[in-house]
């Protein structure tokens, strides 16, 4: 049973573009989501984070979006550098400091 | 970034035999994770610890324990490894009251 779901395996999107990378939960008691960025070999580096209360952040080309409504977040990259070829997590946190995470998407950026 | 490193980075065993992965951290962080990261599961939380010798169970606990003698290391068993555990484990730390978890290099193992 996945509480954290990132239904794209892969996503490939043109340098200068905008990369749109989405997540789905099921758990309305979530109260703080996190995106993660993973290259090869490396460990995730944390990247950008939402509180329950917000619906919008912003840092630099990342921007993410929270719909509770829809149990839905969004992270928007614009533009899109090759640099940001990696595979992003999405995670959600739940009770005693543990996250729940996604299965990652696999971000392309096409020259 | 928490200055965490993990030990080995690579190892190949055979099945049946006991494995041990280290974790240490130079940021005095209370809160450490164990996870494996498999195709198509992401990371899946097997253990974690909230102070020494403090430890309890995440998701996908069986055929590991772990302990905690000092707050900069934070170890994983494998008992009697099976193929099933070939995966890359990661470490994490967070200082607590933080979700942000800050993670290490990776293990890579292999069991034949």
């Known amino acids: 049973d996945q509480q954290v779901k990132q239904n794209s395996p892969s996503l490939s999107v043109q340098e200068g573009r905008i990369s749109i990378l989405n997540c789905d939960y099921t758990?309305?008691?979530?109260?703080?989501f996190l995106w993660y960025k993973k290259y090869p070999a490396e460990g995730p580096t944390f990247l950008i984070s939402?509180?329950?209360i917000k619906d919008k952040n912003e840092d630099g080309r990342f921007t993410v979006f929270l719909n509770k409504s829809a149990k839905h977040l969004s992270l928007h990259i614009v533009p899109s550098q090759p640099g940001d070829s990696a595979v992003y997590f999405c995670?959600?946190?739940?009770?005693?400091?543990?996250?729940?995470w996604g299965a990652g998407t696999k971000l392309i950026i096409k020259p | 970034d928490a200055g965490i490193t993990q030990s080995p980075r690579h190892k190949v065993t055979e099945t049946g035999t006991p494995v041990t992965l280290r974790c240490h951290q130079t940021?005095?962080?209370?809160?450490m994770y164990w996870y494996r990261q498999d195709p198509g599961h992401g990371l899946r939380l097997i253990h974690y610890?909230?102070?020494?010798?403090?430890?309890d169970k995440g998701e996908v606990s069986d055929g590991y324990s772990v302990s905690r003698s000092k707050t900069e290391d934070f170890l994983l068993t494998l008992e009697s490894a099976t193929s099933s555990q070939t995966s890359v484990y990661f470490c994490?730390?967070?200082?607590?009251?933080?979700?942000?978890?800050?993670f290490g290099p990776g293990t890579r193992l292999l069991v034949l």
């Open positions: 994490a730390t967070t200082s607590g009251g933080l979700e942000t978890q800050y």
């Open positions: 940021e005095n962080h209370r809160y």
């Open positions: 610890s909230y102070g020494v010798k403090d430890t």
């Open positions: 758990n309305s008691m979530f109260d703080y």
């Open positions: 939402i509180s329950s």
């Open positions: 995670a959600a946190s739940g009770s005693n400091y543990q996250l729940i």
